[in-house]
């Protein structure tokens, strides 16, 4: 059974930084792409950021550039985001997903088979 567990989140002050977590079981991790999305009150679940099985290629939406970081560690099966310089806009539920490599680092999320249980991030002015 697959189980993606996010961990991390909380309430910050604006420009304050958080770290997110997402621990991956019952899947061979390096097999796959790892997406993080997130989903505030009322709207559609949006891309933040994607990082191929090797952890060589990257892709982040234009509204996390240049603050939030992914990153992924195989040997731990786990993959990161970095959220650096945080805005009460970055409020949302952030959910940790899963991907196969054929969609070769995909932002649409009907392509993630797996998908963690979220994490709160709150941000206040």
């Known amino acids: 059974q697959v189980q993606l567990v996010e961990s991390g989140g909380g309430l910050v002050q604006a420009g304050g930084s958080l770290r997110l977590s997402c621990a991956a079981s019952g899947l061979s991790f390096s097999s796959y792409d790892m997406g993080w999305f997130r989903q505030a009150p009322g709207k559609e679940r949006d891309f933040v950021s994607a990082?191929?099985?090797?952890?060589?290629?990257?892709d982040y939406a234009d509204s996390v550039k240049g603050r939030f970081t992914i990153s992924r560690d195989n040997a731990k099966n786990t993959v990161y985001l970095q959220m650096n310089s945080l805005r009460p806009e970055d409020t949302a539920v952030y959910y940790c997903?899963?991907?196969?490599?054929?969609?070769?680092?995909?932002?649409?999320?009907?392509?993630?088979?797996?998908w963690g249980q979220g994490s709160q991030v709150t941000v206040s002015s």
């Open positions: 997903s899963a991907t196969s490599r054929y969609y070769g680092g995909t932002r649409n999320p009907n392509h993630y088979a797996y």
């Open positions: 990082i191929n099985w090797s952890g060589g290629s990257t």
